[in-house]
């Protein structure tokens, strides 16, 4: 007899919203972005997904700040314009019974930060190269910092227009927001560096300034457990930098993997190969659901309902990821 998948294709509530069941497809990079909006292609392959059963989509990230655009096709939310494609979006993945949510993210120092076929200058929190494209950033000056905390709540304030169901900061991966809250990235001397509250800082300021634009619309993080790559968030540091901001009462849930951008050893866990065993983070992301207190996603090789299921019933996660890294 088949196992049963009571829980799986159980509703899950988040604050006012509720979602059909626990199936989630991840923000992944589509390629699929025409002229920086969501097009008609990108319509069409989320509201396949939609149509296909998942309870949530969230749409991959979008750029909101231009320090870090580049030449690839990716999503940009620094104007209005965005709007009605967002819009089209989510009216279309509503229609098929799925909840929608929108990614924000900034790439730091994780960057070939190729314009126009040249090389840009990349912004990082300190002047601290990665492991992978050995890009030498420019720290941010403090004004630019402040900059950023604007446009990201400007952003987050767009997705709410366009009707999308909740935000997500992209603070996984060792991407921007990861490195101000690791001391080994950030070695900054201003408000935003030293202490591990003041590296904090700028994540819980995007967060403050995303949530006073979306009001009551879900709010997240994406983060990894730990980013497996010198130099690397460590667990330890994860679990007390998402116990603090659980404590301020600003997060809905958390989205949780592993791995780095930083550095090859990391970046195999953005899309982690089939030699990696079934589920491999649910255990890192049931210790942050047990820390926290908060719903929980999570992804990484959760590719057979029968493994979702278990993986909820033994309380690990609330929603797991079975499309996109």
């Known amino acids: ?5 009571d829980r799986l294709f159980s509703p899950l509530r ?20 025409q002229g920086g909006v969501p097009g008609e292609d990108m319509i069409a392959y989320h509201a396949a997904r939609a149509r296909g059963g998942a309870g949530l989509i969230i749409v991959e990230s979008a750029r909101f700040h231009a320090s870090s655009f580049t030449d690839s096709p990716e999503l940009i939310l620094t104007s209005d314009d965005a709007i ?10 509503h229609g098929h019974g799925a ?23 990349a912004f990082a929190p300190s002047a601290v190269p990665d492991h992978r494209f050995h890009t030498m950033p ?6 630019m910092v402040e900059e950023l905390v604007a446009a990201c709540g400007t952003a987050a304030g767009r997705m709410a227009e366009a009707g999308l169901d909740g935000v997500e900061l992209v603070a996984s991966h060792a991407l921007l927001f990861a490195q101000f809250l690791n001391p080994r990235t950030n070695l900054r001397t201003d408000r935003y560096g030293g202490s591990a509250e003041n590296r904090l800082r700028f994540l819980v300021e995007c967060l403050g300034a995303a949530r006073a634009a979306i009001g009551t619309r879900i709010l997240g993080i994406r983060i990894s457990a730990e980013e ?18 659980a404590e301020m009462g600003t997060l809905d849930y958390l989205n949780v993997t592993v791995g780095s951008m930083a550095g090859h050893g990391g970046s195999i866990h953005v899309v982690p190969p089939m030699g990696i065993p079934p589920a491999y983070v649910a255990p890192q992301a049931g210790a942050l659901r047990a820390a926290t207190g908060l719903p929980v996603f999570v992804a990484g090789r959760i590719n057979q309902p029968q493994i979702a299921e278990a993986v909820l019933r033994a309380g690990q996660a609330d929603m797991c990821g ?4």
Not at 138 to 143: L, S
Request: proline residues 8%; contains cysteine; charged residues 25%.
């Open 14 to 33: 988040i604050r006012d919203l509720q979602i059909r069941n626990r199936i989630l497809s991840t923000g992944h990079q589509t390629f699929l972005a």
């Open 138 to 143: 420019r720290e941010m000056p403090t004004e």
């Open 84 to 93: 009605p494609g967002y819009r089209a979006l989510a009216r279309t993945v």
């Open 322 to 325: 079975m499309r996109g890294p």
């Open 228 to 245: 497996l790559e010198p130099e690397g968030l460590l667990p330890a540091e994860v679990i007390a930098a998402c116990t603090s901001l």
């Open 99 to 121: 909840r929608i949510f929108g990614q924000l993210s900034h790439s730091g120092r994780v960057s070939r930060r190729i314009r126009g076929g040249l090389r840009d200058i």
């Open 1 to 5: 007899m088949p196992p049963r998948l």
